[in-house]
């Protein structure tokens, strides 16, 4: 059963420190999204690659967010430093876009709480 | 700005009756429109999907309509269950589904009461 698996679950960090989430997209797909969930925002797109290479990160601050996908089997969004306004729902969704597939793919989100 | 409009924060609807889900979207260039469901502590999987050039997807129990010229999409569920209670997105994206960067409404809270 191919799922988006996401890395950690959950997460408490202080204000300052850095946060690093993970995920692993679907074997084969060609586009990895990071999602960030908010009450106020919803569903804001962070970022997205496809083959690898960054497309977009203009919904993510730059002084302090950065995403990757060192290989095609992983891709980190990392904080430094973590803001308490940093605290929501990271998720990852992967796609097989361009082959006339349709949706993305989402993990269970990672749950960043900062205090 | 908000390009993807969910103006119905929350709905509640009895068992077996029909329920009807709202999007107002605002980007001319969308042209492909996707529903996500959601349960708490899960990521939204994906429902049902419809192309620009349809005003009418149906899979199974659930309908999504498209009219175009008031840029306006809605998702029947007919007939609603309990265990369609789930937060639901509705997300635009600017080529038929072959692009990327899915633009997601706040989503609406459906409650199906038994």
């Known amino acids: 059963d191919a799922r988006v698996t996401q890395t950690p679950r959950h997460k408490v960090t202080e204000m300052g420190q850095e946060v690093t989430m993970r995920c692993q997209p679907i074997l084969g797909h060609n586009t990895v999204f990071w999602y960030r969930q908010t009450m106020m925002q919803g569903l804001e797109l962070l970022a997205y690659?496809?083959?690898?290479?960054?497309?977009?990160d203009s919904g993510m601050p730059k002084d302090r967010f950065s995403a990757e996908m060192p290989d095609a089997t992983l891709a980190t969004l990392k904080i430094q430093p973590s803001e308490p306004r940093d605290s929501a729902v990271y998720f990852c969704?992967?796609?097989?876009?361009?082959?006339?597939?349709?949706?993305?793919?989402f993990g269970q989100g990672t749950r960043l709480t900062v205090v | 700005d908000q390009q993807v409009k969910q103006n119905s924060p929350s709905l509640s609807v009895q068992e077996g009756r029909i329920s009807i889900l709202n999007c107002d979207y605002t980007n001319s260039m969308f042209d492909y429109f996707l529903w996500y469901k959601k349960y708490p502590a899960e990521g939204p999987t994906f429902l049902i999907s419809?192309?620009?050039?349809?005003d009418k997807n149906e899979d199974g129990r659930f309908t999504v309509f498209l009219n175009k010229s008031a840029k306006h999409l809605s998702l029947h569920i007919v007939p609603s269950q309990p265990g369609d209670s789930a937060v639901y997105f509705c997300?635009?994206?600017?080529?038929?589904?072959?692009?990327?960067?899915?633009?997601f409404g706040k989503g609406t809270k459906l409650t199906v009461n038994p």
């Open positions: 690659f496809r083959n690898r290479a960054p497309l977009d």
């Open positions: 997300a635009a994206s600017g080529s038929q589904g072959g692009s990327e960067k899915l633009v």
């Open positions: 419809i192309s620009s050039i349809k």
């Open positions: 969704a992967s796609g097989r876009y361009g082959t006339g597939d349709t949706e993305a793919f």
